[in-house]
Nanobody
Framework: QVQLVESGGGLVQAGGSLRLSCAAS????????MGWYRQAPGKQRELVAI???????NYPDSVKGRFTISRDNAKNTVYLQMNSLKPEDTGVYYC????????????????WGQGTQVTVSS
């Protein structure tokens, strides 16, 4: 199995910055895509940023230019740098990973972290 553990959430004023981290551990054979999703109260979970194993990234228009995703493959860790935060960025941020574990090789499965709260005050 693969476990994802997020850190770095918190409360910040509008215009501020936060950096989220997510470390993967367990019986990892290979991690493919890693990313971040968020869910605001009463809304569906939505993609925030995603990065491939090779470093290609994708963002929705709502965060493009403000958020930057990166990863350290040697540490099995993905980061999300969030700048110019807005109140509408408030929500629970979930780390996502598509990975092959030693137990499920060669099948890749989706894994999720427990989530970390990000609150942006106006």
């Amino acid at each position: 199995q693969v476990q994802l553990v997020e850190s770095g959430g918190g409360l910040v004023q509008a215009g501020g910055s936060l950096r989220l981290s997510c470390a993967a551990s367990g019986s990892i054979f290979r991690i493919n895509d890693m990313g971040w999703y968020r869910q605001a109260p009463g809304k569906q979970r939505e993609l925030v940023a995603i990065i491939t194993n090779g470093g290609s990234t994708n963002y929705p228009d709502s965060v493009k230019g403000r958020f930057t995703i990166s990863r350290d493959n040697a540490k099995n860790t993905v980061y999300l740098q969030m700048n110019s935060l807005k109140p509408e960025d408030t929500g629970v941020y979930y780390c996502y990973g598509n990975a092959v574990s030693s137990n499920t090789w060669p099948t890749a499965n989706d894994y999720w972290g427990q989530g970390t709260q990000v609150t942006v005050s106006s």
